[in-house]
């Protein structure tokens, strides 16, 4: 029986090296070439003897990393922030009100997940050009909003009813604190690991974003970095270390986001799919 145990062991590791292999492999390959200088020609697979990040002062002028950042920044930032407030606030009474209405609006959230976003493009398409909403910030963050808030819904809901107990707000009630105060008081701050999970989750995908962000931000001072690095690397096919440079910076705030929160994400996206 041990050995049986200590055999899964080492082969349950084994995999794990090999999955941590798969995604390693390509970010070494992507680091060493935006590392090496121009003139370098060595392989791919050794790591340059002399590091230059000259690729990366280049890379951030040519492909305008800097209006692109700020694009994407803005556009997830807001998005986030929209989409942690209403949608907790949309999953308490979903969590604790167990009406028919409730479950019905619960579940048409979770239906929603099913289909995907790219169905809606044409006719989405159309109505922003009719409202004129083309090119603005507004657009790329009530679509991003809109794409997630039933995740977000499905995750918060999840979390409340199998993580928060009933008696902290039955006490807040009795205290004389009213439905609002004691979500926002009481129920909000245990809301760490989910909220995590959530801002994880949505970040990635929203900053990640190029097939809505191609269709409704067009104008080049609105481009957002997925359309600007698809851009830049169509122009510099042959010149992959500044691509590289341009991809590892792209990547970077993403990968601190969920260094930050990373202790936080596994218990939030366990917790809040415990019970649907």
């Not at 049986?4 to 995999?15: A, D, E, F």
């Not at 941590?20 to 060493?32: A, C, E, Q």
């Not at 609002?180 to 909220?195: A, C, E, N, Y």
Request: hydrophobic share 55%; charged share 10%.
């Amino acid at each position: 029986m041990e050995r049986r145990k200590k055999l899964s062991k080492y082969l349950l590791t084994g995999v794990s090296l090999l999955v941590l292999l798969f995604h390693i492999i390509p970010f070494y390959i992507m680091v060493t070439t935006a590392l090496k200088a121009k003139g370098d020609f060595s392989s791919k697979w050794v790591f340059p003897t002399e590091v230059s990040l000259q690729n990366f002062t280049e890379a951030w002028e040519a492909a305008s990393l800097g209006s692109s950042f700020f694009n994407t920044t803005i556009i997830t930032v807001f998005s986030a922030i929209l989409l942690i407030v209403f949608g907790s606030l949309a999953a308490y009474p979903m969590a604790r009100r167990q009406t028919s209405l409730n479950k019905f609006v619960y579940f048409l959230f979770i239906a929603i997940m099913i289909i995907p976003p790219l169905t809606a493009l044409v006719p989405l398409y159309k109505m922003v050009v009719n409202i004129g909403m083309m090119n603005t910030y507004d657009v790329a963050i009530y679509n991003n909003v809109a794409a997630y808030m039933p995740l977000t819904i499905f995750l918060y809901a999840g979390f409340i009813r199998s993580t928060i107990p009933k008696e902290l707000e039955e006490a807040a009630k009795i205290d004389g604190a009213s439905t609002i105060g004691t979500f926002f008081r009481i129920v909000f701050p245990l809301l760490k690991p989910v909220t995590a999970t959530v801002l994880i989750i949505s970040c990635v995908f929203i900053w990640n974003d190029y097939q809505f962000a191609i269709f409704f931000l067009q104008d080049k001072s609105m481009h957002t970095i997925t359309v600007s690095l698809a851009s830049f690397f169509g122009a510099n096919q042959n010149n992959l270390n500044l691509v590289a440079a341009a991809a590892l910076m792209a990547m970077l705030p993403m990968t601190i986001l969920f260094l930050f929160l990373q202790k936080y994400f596994i218990a939030g996206l366990s917790s809040g799919s415990v019970k649907g």
